[in-house]
């Protein structure tokens, strides 16, 4: 619980992320076909001077996030994304400028390779977002925006910091591509999309890979609330 909050302090400090790019060409990611969308939060823990939200909204909430930004991508390989939303802060009216708190989210992530049934990270990647500045934020989003407004905002600026991340590890690691080596440097489109028959399996039942993904991302979680905790997988 310290740390979490410790974390939400620091992700005032964090970078904003525009992600309204939706209507653009996506971010290239090699070979890269999303596959199973798993968000959970097992331990969700709301920050201070925050609005209430459920676990099941925040589920909804980067449920479509992680679709519309990632569903875009039609490469020849499947990849699992696996996230766990572990605390947040949607901003309450306060005194302009001297008082009104910034919403903020915090979650982890983990990417699974389906065809070789592993994770390419072993240990999850955290992510920490504040909401987009604008015009009617300035003073402070609880001032001027509904709770499913901060919600949307920050669901859509973390699926933005999750591409970034991928990019970055397709860049430097080649998670995405057919040769292994880096992407930095190399351009061109990605490969064709998998068959009608491969889509169509991968939607007709989960595969067994995202099932441990999902309880070893539900056992992390709770594994940051034991100080004695193994290196997490999801934490």
């Known amino acids: 619980m310290t ?25 290239y990611l090699g070979n890269f076909h999303f596959g199973h969308n798993v968000v959970v939060a097992p331990n969700l823990t709301k920050g201070p001077a925050s609005r209430e939200a459920s676990k099941e909204e925040w589920i909804e ?42 919403s903020a989210l915090i979650l982890n992530v983990t990417a699974w390779d389906d065809a070789a049934g592993k994770k390419l990270n072993e240990k999850p990647h955290t992510v920490t977002v504040v909401e987009s500045i604008s015009g009617s934020t300035f003073l402070g989003s609880g001032l001027t925006q509904s709770k499913e407004k901060q919600m949307l905002n920050l669901s859509r600026n973390a699926a933005k910091q999750i591409q970034n991340w991928l990019e970055n590890q397709n860049n430097d690691k080649g998670w995405f591509e057919d040769d292994g080596m880096p ?40 594994a940051t609330q034991e100080p004695e905790a193994a290196a997490p997988v999801a934490e």
């Open 61 to 102: 909430a980067m449920t479509t996030a992680m679709s519309d930004r990632f569903g875009r991508y039609d490469g020849s390989k499947l990849y699992h994304l696996g996230v766990s939303v572990e605390g947040y802060v949607l901003a309450i009216p306060g005194v302009p400028i001297l008082a009104s708190p910034k």
């Open 183 to 222: 992407a930095k440097g190399k351009t061109g489109p990605a490969p064709e999309a998998p068959t009608e028959t491969d889509a169509a399996a991968a939607d007709e039942a989960p595969a067994p890979e995202v099932a441990d993904a999902t309880d070893q991302v539900v056992t992390a979680a709770k």
């Open 3 to 27: 740390r979490l909050f410790a974390l939400l302090g620091l992700v005032l400090i964090t970078a904003c992320t525009n992600a309204n790019d939706l209507d653009e060409a996506p971010t």
